[in-house]
């Protein structure tokens, strides 16, 4: 069978199972629709967890960063593992305790203040929104490329499918969606990763194999013939890093704290039954996560290799047909500048900006582009977001690999949109309607209200993917960077220290988010040139600038609540409350 | 915020002096003195446990990494493995080190929610 019919299948097949499990797991109140009932198991809690975690990003663009930065790429390895320790230890049995249905929710609730709330709405839509484009795109790049229909088709698809369960179901079918989703994405991650771990190392475990030795007799070690290869073509060694090691130690930061105040993961501890339930879930997820995580630096290097090793010093003619296949979607380009008919693979970007093409071919076949060429010697764009779905092909892995591959991209796109936008919508339907501006809601109308907002949401995020805005690499910064200096410090104030008030929290809130925003907002927009470590705060980039929100939030909130009233007893019992997993009372001596 | 610790500590000290009495003296209903031992128990595990958390990403993965590559772990370069492996392994490792020790200081200040039936007995 032909590439294309197995997507279809396989697609098709997980497509229905997705449906089936939506229908069986239909949400009837709105405990089920913002928290399936507050009874799911820890061990499926953790599995859609890692799937509500595990995004396109993680499971389409991850490997390929890592194969181009290097060395640089264990920021997002440590950043968006390292955050679950936090999370476990700090927020998530408390929040479990607490026991409500939103992010917002314990916001509002310990800072005793719609204000605090709303930051807090404000916050969470940003950083939803956000992280939903990318998804969308990552859906769109599957379906166009696997199987040949238009972009916007292939979102709209998308959309109808989530729509599907995440309406129906809510949070409880979106839970065990997930589930099975993450079983779909992490097979398909594994299965080529194995296959091409063997083929280059020889070894099963892409873990040891890419610290092992090439298979190809060479008997070099598989890093050190990286390192070798990318030097002669003039990029540096790929164990060695370009970024100062402040700024990696910021970027890392930020994306951990950002990875526990990310609202869609933290709500995803709300729905199982316990407090206890709560830590042990966060450490499956982890689990979960990191067969995928300590794999994808696996995977990197071994495409890195392939790919050059493929394509370098070829003729069009002789280059795979990925290479040629993704060509026609304008994920790669050549352009022959020293009219040698064979393409330069080297360091530099071969032309300015993405691939303009002409409309016509050269005589070698090749599209022409309009793009002004640059002055070094490389010839080949590539984007980073094709490795790990051409790297069956590049390894020329057989066609059911490939098609495995596309369901496990869509299954992590569509497994991260959907609890995405169930957080959307539950912050509209019960933080803005239910709990600020209309109290009266009956539940049968908040959940009414639930559901259309995760339509709105929905189209909203469709349109994104439709029409992607040019922005979206650059505001991934601030899904991280805003998490990491607002949410997670008022929270995590909100369960250690009695003494934090709401005036506290909502300065501290507010000061990290201007500075964050202010910060990313003038190196990716408004000075863009001006965008490098000489210009930076500290030598730390827009990336990690949430770090230092972060720690101003804390200093701005300390300062703040020592100099105003210390919160009412009724929220320092609740404190008190939150603090033990069963609920005891405690025995005041006043 | 400082004045208030203190008036919190001195009430712990006036009841050390019968920790056992209070604790027994109704069985849902937690003396301060206890939910301050309980709190205390779990910020001392939580001290150790980001300590090692820190150690093994931001030190040995990135602030020492350059120094651990002349070693080398599995035949990787050791800062390399730390940052792009270990870590993660790590990570992993505390917190189900966290569950169960949580788990023990739960049981032993009487408030687990793990059985029902043993949960408020003590």
């Given at each position: ?23 069986w ?63 476990a ?48 795109r990552?859906?769109?790049?599957v ?11 292939g ?21 065990y ?5 993450y ?5 398909a ?24 030795t090439?298979?190809d ?6 890093l050190e ?5 990318l ?21 890392t ?85 020293n ?19 002409t409309?016509t ?7 022409l ?36 591959v ?6 992590a796109?569509?497994s ?8 959307i919508s ?7 309607l ?10 049968k ?9 995760i ?7 469709g349109?994104?993917?439709i029409?992607?805005?040019a ?10 960077g ?11 104030m ?46 730390i980039s ?6 230092i ?15 105003t ?13 939150i ?12 | ?13 006036d ?17 301060e ?23 093994f ?6 602030v ?18 730390f940052a ?13 080190v ?19 039936g043993?949960g408020?007995?003590?």
């Open positions: 069978m032909s590439v294309q019919a197995l997507t279809y299948v396989f697609v098709g097949l997980t497509f229905s199972l997705y449906i089936v499990i939506a229908i797991a239909r949400a009837r109140s709105t405990t089920d629709f913002y928290v399936a009932g507050g009874g799911v198991n820890p061990v499926i809690n953790g599995m859609a967890t890692a799937a509500d975690w595990m995004s396109a990003a993680s499971f389409i663009s991850m490997a390929g960063i890592i194969a181009f930065m290097g060395r640089d790429g264990s920021v997002y390895l440590l950043g968006w593992t390292g955050g679950y320790v936090l999370l230890l700090l927020l998530a049995p408390y929040l479990r305790k607490f026991g409500q249905f939103t992010v917002p929710d314990f916001v509002g609730e310990r800072y005793y203040s719609k204000a605090a709330r709303v930051v807090a709405v404000i916050c969470l839509i940003f950083i939803s929104f956000t992280y939903i484009a990318g998804q969308m990552g859906v769109g790049i379906f166009s490329r696997f199987l040949e229909v238009d972009i916007s088709v979102v709209l698809i998308g959309m109808g499918i989530v729509f599907i369960y995440a309406v129906l179901g809510g949070m409880k079918g979106i839970t969606t997930q589930a099975a989703q079983c779909v994405l992490i097979f991650y594994m299965v080529p990763a194995i296959f091409i771990s063997i083929l280059v190392s020889g070894s099963p475990i892409p873990q040891l194999g890419f610290g092992g090439m298979a007799g060479s008997e070099r070690a598989v013939t990286l390192d070798g290869v030097m002669e073509l003039g990029f540096g060694a790929y164990t060695a890093g370009n970024k100062s090691t402040i700024d990696v130690f910021a970027i930061a930020a994306l951990m704290i950002g990875t526990a105040g990310l609202p869609h993961v933290i709500v995803r501890f709300f729905t199982v039954p316990k407090v206890s339930d709560a830590r042990r879930s966060a450490g499956w997820a982890l689990v979960f996560i990191a067969i995928l995580y300590t794999t994808a630096p696996a995977v990197a290097v071994f495409a890195r290799l392939n790919f050059v090793e493929s394509i370098n010093e070829q003729t069009y003619a002789e280059t795979p047909a990925w290479f040629r296949n993704w060509e026609d979607i304008g994920l790669t380009a050549w352009r022959d500048k009219e040698d008919g064979r393409l330069q693979y080297r360091a530099g970007a071969a032309f300015a900006g993405t691939p303009a093409f409309g071919r050269s005589d070698t076949g090749e599209r582009l309009s793009n002004g060429v640059t002055s070094n010697a490389n010839e080949v764009y590539v984007d980073r977001d094709i490795i790990v779905l051409a790297n069956p092909e590049i390894a020329g892995l057989p066609n059911w690999v490939i098609a495995l596309a369901a496990g991209g869509l299954a796109a569509l991260t949109a959907a609890g995405l936008l169930l957080v539950a912050a509209v339907s019960h933080d803005l239910k709990k600020t501006f209309s109290p009266n809601l009956s539940e109308q908040e959940l009414l209200y639930a559901r259309i907002a339509a709105v949401s929905l189209g909203l995020a349109l994104f993917g029409y992607p805005p922005f979206v690499a650059q505001v991934v910064a601030f899904a991280f805003l998490a990491a200096a607002s949410l997670f410090p008022a929270i995590l909100g369960v250690f220290s009695k003494r934090m008030n709401k005036e506290g929290a909502i300065a501290g809130m507010l000061t990290g988010l201007a500075l964050t925003f202010s910060y990313i907002v003038y190196f990716k927009f408004v000075s863009p040139n001006l965008n490098t470590a000489e210009y930076w705060l500290l030598g827009p990336e990690g600038i949430g770090f929100g972060a720690l101003l939030n804390f200093a701005v909130a300390a300062l703040v609540a020592s100099y009233a210390a919160p009412p007893d009724s929220v320092q019992a609740l404190v008190d409350d603090r033990l997993p069963i609920s005891a009372g405690v025995a005041h001596h006043h | 915020m400082a004045d208030k610790d203190e008036t919190d500590t001195v009430h712990h000290h009841n050390q002096d019968n920790p056992i009495g209070h604790s027994t003296h109704d069985a849902d209903v937690m003396s003195t206890r939910l301050g031992d309980y709190w205390r128990a779990n910020l001392r595990l939580l001290g150790w446990l980001l300590s090692v958390w820190f150690i990403s931001f030190g040995l993965g990135i020492f990494a350059d120094t651990l590559d002349s070693f080398t772990i599995l035949g990787f370069p050791m800062g390399f493995w792009q492996q270990g870590g993660i392994y790590v990570f992993v490792i505390l917190i189900f966290y569950v169960v020790r949580m788990r023990n200081i739960d049981k032993a200040f009487g408030v687990s929610d793990e059985d029902s043993t408020d007995a003590l």
